[in-house]
């Protein structure tokens, strides 16, 4: 059971690049998340989802955008990286309300020059 | 102001400490509390998962929450150097879809 897998682990962007970074959970969960941790700042929400077709903002979601085509699969998408979206981005899925149990992806570490 | 405030240490401890790592919250909706550990390089994992107020033992593990105060706690007994990590608070309201974390507190227990 592979879990929550995220592609890549690393990558190196320059300003204005655009870029998607890919999630897959094989878990059959419903809720999806995308999370980015900054020194100093925890893990902050950027967007989530509930099912398949419905998204939501979290905390940060400026400058990134979502969709939720399948169960499996939630992408982010960066359209215009800018050096302040630096940091170490995380996908998480759970299976719903009531249960709170967060799983959590190995993290994809972007860099923006 | 953050809805969930964690103080980013660090925390230095020698081997067979007690560690208590504490946060604050704001949003008196909040009804579950979590704790996850984080070792270098990895995502977060789930440690210790409490419903509204009370305590729950797990092992060396103590997780305490007085909805009073708004006050989150962990408590690591006889810790070890394997302990080392970032331990993350979160919470989440019934039926909520945001969890949201503290900023994590980077913990070093010294052999």
């Known amino acids: 059971n592979a879990g929550v897998t995220q592609t890549p682990k690393f990558q190196v962007l320059k300003t204005g690049q655009s870029m998607t970074l890919q999630c897959a959970q094989d878990?059959?969960?419903?809720?999806m998340s995308w999370y980015r941790q900054d020194p100093g700042m925890g893990l902050r929400l950027i967007h989530y989802?509930?099912?398949?077709?419905?998204?939501d903002q979290g905390e940060v979601p400026n400058g990134y955008n979502v969709s939720r085509s399948t169960t499996e699969d939630f992408p982010l998408r960066l359209l215009s990286a800018a050096p302040s979206q630096t940091s170490v981005y995380f996908c998480?899925?759970?299976?719903?309300?009531?249960?709170?149990?967060?799983?959590f992806g190995s993290g994809t570490q972007l860099s923006v020059l | 102001q953050k809805e969930v405030e964690q103080d980013p240490g660090p925390l230095s401890v020698p081997e067979g400490a007690i560690v208590s790592l504490n946060c604050t919250y704001s949003?008196?909706?909040?009804?579950?509390f979590m704790w996850y550990r984080q070792y270098s390089r990895k995502g977060p994992e789930l440690l210790m998962y409490?419903?509204?107020?009370g305590n729950k033992e797990d092992g060396r593990f103590t997780a305490q929450v007085d909805k009073s105060s708004k006050y989150i706690s962990l408590f690591i007994r006889d810790s070890q150097p394997s302990d080392s990590a970032t331990y993350l608070c979160?919470?989440?309201?019934?039926?909520?879809?945001?969890?949201?974390f503290g900023a994590g507190t980077r913990l070093f227990v010294k052999a």
């Open positions: 998480a899925s759970k299976t719903g309300t009531g249960n709170e149990k967060l799983f």
């Open positions: 878990m059959n969960h419903e809720y």
């Open positions: 989802s509930v099912g398949a077709g419905i998204t």
């Open positions: 949003n008196s909706a909040f009804q579950y």
């Open positions: 409490t419903y509204s107020s």
């Open positions: 979160a919470s989440i309201n019934t039926g909520g879809f945001k969890t949201i």
